[in-house]
């Protein structure tokens, strides 16, 4: 890994460039809507770029990036929450349907799993699973100690684990499962 200075735009504009599609999967993958995902990383790489004189180069460039992403993707999340509370508590005594909504059925369950997780620890996933990250550096990226990156991990495998089944349970699409066959 090539080393930045702070403060430097060249540094920047090339931390930008190597780091902008990891940040956005990673923001995807907690926020769940591609046009919200962009806007949050533009809006986190914007104050990055405001506070790059003030980085400290001992720590890795793009854990900070990712943590004043994360930061930026866990807040935008809080108030969509808040915002889909609101518009549950506006439906009520409508139909169960029509509350999920078509879209619901077309998400793939990974991923909506992924956003059915608490935003913190479906960060933690997406660093470890998808971009390979260490705990040391999710530590670093989330501004937590390594021991929360493990209760989080653990934690968001147990609850994934729970709801999607163990690995080799889940049919594939249009296949017979007995255990979903079985009244409840």
Known sequence: MSEYRPGSKEDF??????SYQRLFRTVLAVLGNPAAAEDCVQEACLRAFRAWPAW?????????LHRIALNH???VRRRERLREAAELVRRLGRPAEAIAGPEAASEPD???????????????????????????????????????????LIAAKARLRQRLGPPGDVPRRGEYSPAAARPD
Not at 56 to 64: D, G, I, N, T, Y
Not at 122 to 130: K, N, S
């Open 73 to 75: 993707a866990i807040s």
């Open 110 to 152: 990974l991923l909506r799993e992924l956003r059915a997780l608490p935003p913190k620890q479906a960060a933690a996933i997406v660093l470890r699973h998808v971009h390979g990250y260490t705990n040391r550096e999710i530590a670093f990226a989330l501004g937590v100690p390594e021991r929360t990156v493990a209760s989080r």
């Open 13 to 18: 504009d090339r931390l930008y460039q190597h």
């Open 56 to 64: 400290k180069a001992e720590a890795p460039a793009e854990a900070w």
